[in-house]
């Protein structure tokens, strides 16, 4: 009866460390700003709209005057009529300092063919410099981080939007 007890707990007390390794690795700050910013983007393209709610902090501010409800006001008008919406990102880097975490990539549009859809291809395929998505983590929690600033030193919007 010992043996047995002996190598389920020695398995169970394994298991657990692996489980405690794994999730170390998985809520550092520079995993948990890359994974956040990728899960935005993919509930931006799936126009999951409390989803990405969920991502904003309530004081967001952004270059372009947006607050946290202009900024998802303005995004579900104009992603509304973009049709088989993908978001791709490239050449992404990070800096983390502290409780801040900045995602910096470049960010193509693609979406299905409409006059509204070449417009947003055009503006933002086209830029050359690339998305800051500044987060800031909410508590002593690893996995709570929210955006806090948007920025892309090249995207001049018109006044209004």
């Avoid at 398995?11 to 890359?34: D, K, N, Y």
């Avoid at 904003?56 to 202009?70: F, K, T």
Wanted: hydrophobic residues 45%; proline residues 4%; glycine residues 6%.
């Amino acid at each position: 009866m010992s043996g047995w007890f002996g190598r389920w707990f020695y398995t169970g007390v394994s298991v657990a460390l692996l489980a405690g390794v794994f999730l170390i690795w998985l809520w550092q700050p520079e995993r948990q700003v890359r994974y956040h910013s990728e899960h935005l983007l993919r509930a931006i393209e799936n126009k999951n709209w409390a989803r990405v709610g969920d991502f904003i902090a309530p004081d967001y501010q952004d270059q372009w005057g947006n607050s946290r409800a202009l900024l998802l006001e303005r995004t579900r008008e104009v992603l509304r009529y973009l049709r088989g919406l993908r978001i791709e990102s490239s050449d992404v880097n990070l800096r983390i300092e502290s409780a801040r975490g900045v995602w910096i990539a470049n960010i193509k549009i693609n979406a299905d063919a409409s006059e509204l859809a070449a417009m947003v291809k055009e503006q933002v395929n086209a830029l050359p410099a690339p998305f800051e998505l500044e987060w800031r983590r909410g508590s002593n929690k690893p996995w709570d981080w929210k955006l806090v600033r948007v920025a892309n030193a090249s995207l001049q919007l018109p006044p209004g939007f």
